[in-house]
């Protein structure tokens, strides 16, 4: 399946007007092209503007990717472009020198001293291959879900800032490979009626080898804790063809809570749900912190966190998933994005929505974050700093009250 991004990463690129593939593939040359030549300036120190450029000319290829993506029919169709791309790039037929060429483009970025930045050509790779899981977990879980929403870099920075494996030609070159929490992850949201229908869902992804037996003993501990009123939120993390997997499934009454912000809060307005996660995450020890919209305070949000075990055998954590809330800062109100909220209010890709109910709540939460903002321009956005500018302003320009 070839599905659709969000309406701000589509409004970002101009995807509207008419081009044909000819004009596509010459246009991702000549941006692939400026974006080599302003490396070589800046690894020799002749650019004093290196980094702004350099920036400017990765957005380029974004753009040039992503306007490839949409004319394309299908993701295959789209990936025999691309290989024809690389073909022109590398001025060859050969398989052996296109592939010379792509280790050479995958090796390019790092002969800048301390640079972070992965190639694009890395990035179109890797949001390839997690569209093909996203694809795999969309076909196993559409029957037993009401909704699935595609959150993080697959969603917000496709083709821009999807990191993955490194190839095995250049590991041979003695790169290290990456570690699963070096790459992107893939993050689903996906809301079932009720608790029998999230059980199905489970037994489903598990009979069809996407996660790993142990979830369903988990998933037994967790409706009893949910029959309990001890969680709302079941937390999965799978390891599916060697890319990492968030899932994160909920009840429509949950999803309602987040969407008009009527769950439980700390002694600092923040939402939460009780989270039955299985583990704790780099992130749970000491808190992190949540910021504003309008980046006028920053809260340190540490979640209560007890340990879930069935005789000896660890199976997880109760822990609090903040949502956000809406609070008042020395006269000013505003938001702050907790990571459901992040999920439902950042470039969402709504990739299932029986009964538009997501869809539904999305707009809930953006029009009372819109109401609340009055007209003014978030000055902070969540993951702001690794987004493309074009969609980053797109995000902000969506917020403001129209």
């Not at 890395?122 to 959150?151: G, M, P, V």
């Not at 989270?275 to 020890?285: A, N």
């Not at 869809?359 to 939460?365: G, H, R, T």
């Not at 009055?374 to 969609?391: A, D, G, K, L």
Request: some cysteine; aromatic content about 10%.
């Amino acid at each position: 399946m070839k599905f659709k991004f969000s309406k701000e990463v589509n409004r970002a690129i101009e995807i509207n007007k008419p081009r044909d593939i000819g004009s596509c593939i010459n246009t991702f040359v000549d941006a692939y092209k400026n974006y080599r030549t302003i490396r070589e300036l800046a690894h020799t120190k002749i650019n004093g503007k290196d980094g702004e450029e350099m920036n400017k000319s990765r957005e380029d290829i974004f753009k040039a990717t992503f306007t490839l993506y949409e004319v394309s029919a299908s993701m295959a169709e789209f990936k025999a472009h691309f290989e024809n791309v690389l073909k022109v790039l590398s001025n060859s037929q050969s398989e052996q020198e296109v592939n010379d060429y792509i280790t050479s483009a995958f090796i390019y970025p790092y002969s800048i001293t301390k640079n972070r930045s992965h190639s694009p050509i890395e990035a179109i790779y890797a949001t390839c291959n997690n569209i093909e899981i996203i694809n795999e977990f969309f076909d196993a879980s559409q029957k037993n879900t009401d909704s699935i929403l595609l959150s993080g870099s697959s969603a917000w920075g496709p083709f821009y800032a999807v990191s993955g494996k490194l190839p095995e030609s250049i590991v041979s070159l003695g790169m290290e490979q990456r570690g699963l929490k070096e790459m992107s992850d893939v993050d689903f949201l996906m809301v079932l009626n009720d608790i029998n229908q999230m059980e199905r869902l489970v037994d489903s992804l598990i009979d069809k080898k996407l996660l790993n037996e142990t979830e369903k003993q988990r998933f037994k501990k967790f409706k009893m804790l949910y029959e309990g009123n001890s969680a709302e939120v079941f937390s999965i993390r799978g390891n599916y063809k060697g890319t990492e997997e968030s899932l994160h499934l909920l009840l429509g009454s949950s999803l309602e809570r987040i969407a008009y912000s009527l769950e439980e809060k700390t002694v600092d307005q923040l939402g939460y749900l009780k989270d039955f996660r299985p583990d704790l995450g780099s992130s749970l020890h000491g808190g992190y912190p949540i910021k504003d919209l309008l980046g006028l305070t920053s809260i340190t949000f540490v979640p209560s966190i007890y340990q879930v075990k069935e005789g000896d055998i660890e199976l997880g954590y109760i822990s609090q998933i903040s949502t956000g809330g809406f609070t008042d800062i020395k006269g000013h109100k505003t938001y702050l994005i907790g990571i459901l909220g992040f999920f439902l209010l950042i470039t969402p890709v709504v990739l299932h929505d029986k009964d538009s109910n997501l869809s539904k709540n999305i707009m809930v939460l953006k029009n009372n974050v819109r109401e609340v903002l009055n007209n003014q321009e978030p000055v902070y956005i969540p993951r702001e700093e690794r987004m493309p500018s074009v969609v980053l302003h797109a995000i902000k320009s969506d917020l403001i009250k129209s």
